[in-house]
């Protein structure tokens, strides 16, 4: 059975930089699937932020693209999210998922992580 | 960018009814479109995928069709279970796009 995990700290101060990452267990992060990030403010819906691939390959939201990383911990068996210069307005729900895949653009996120909330605050 | 609407935003159903949602896209994603449900405090979980496809382990009471811009979830007959919010997201391209949630209440 597929797991996500992500830790992180749960508050992070404005200007500062979040970092989060996803452990994955009963999957490999080498494997053919690319791996993604989600987030959803507080009573709001569904952000898609990034996707990456093993290999380094990455796709960001262009809203967020000036302001996050997605890499990849092969030898921990996990991938992690960085975002910059974040305000009040990235206090949300963090969710990690993994991405399946039958044919080019026929994907979907499954299973997803527990996730975890950030809160930008002083 | 592809925009995904859904509607309604919000709906009260009882147990028993049979309830849909729609999604539209922006522009054609041919079937590259998928459901989620979310309970409060939970995670979404994947219900159905390329449009129509039933993930494993979801009941059969959910159903998906549609394609090019014009998409629908069918739940056949509303269990206790079923009240959560209900999200469509396209995977035609990149940035990957998510519906603003339907959510489902009881009547």
């Known amino acids: 059975q597929v797991q996500l995990q992500e830790s992180g700290p749960g508050l992070v101060k404005p200007s500062g930089t979040l970092s989060l990452t996803c452990a994955v267990s009963?999957?490999?992060?080498?494997?053919?699937?690319?791996w993604t990030w989600v987030r959803q403010p507080p009573g709001k819906g569904l952000e898609w932020i990034g996707e990456i691939y093993h290999r380094g390959s990455t796709n960001y939201n262009p809203s967020l693209m000036s302001r996050v990383t997605l890499s990849v911990d092969k030898s921990k068996n996990q991938f992690s999210l960085k975002l910059n210069s974040v305000t009040a307005a990235d206090t949300a729900v963090y969710y990690c998922?993994?991405?399946?895949?039958?044919?080019?653009?026929?994907?979907?996120?499954?299973?997803w992580g527990q996730g975890t909330l950030v809160t930008v605050s002083s | 960018d592809i925009q995904m609407t859904q509607s309604p935003s919000s709906l009260s159903a009882s147990v028993g009814d049979r309830v849909t949602i729609t999604c539209r896209a922006s522009q054609s994603v041919s079937s590259y479109l998928n459901w989620y449900q979310q309970k409060p405090g939970k995670a979404p979980k994947l219900l159905i995928y390329a449009a129509s496809s039933l993930q494993s382990g979801v009941p059969s009471r959910f159903s998906g069709s549609g394609s090019g811009t014009d998409f629908t979830l069918t739940i056949s007959s509303l269990q206790p279970e079923d009240f959560a919010t209900y999200y469509c997201q396209q995977s035609y391209s990149t940035p990957y796009a998510f519906g603003q949630g339907t959510k489902l209440e009881i009547k």
């Open positions: 998922a993994r991405i399946r895949t039958s044919t080019p653009r026929r994907n979907w996120f499954d299973p």
């Open positions: 009963g999957d490999s992060i080498s494997s053919s699937n690319w």
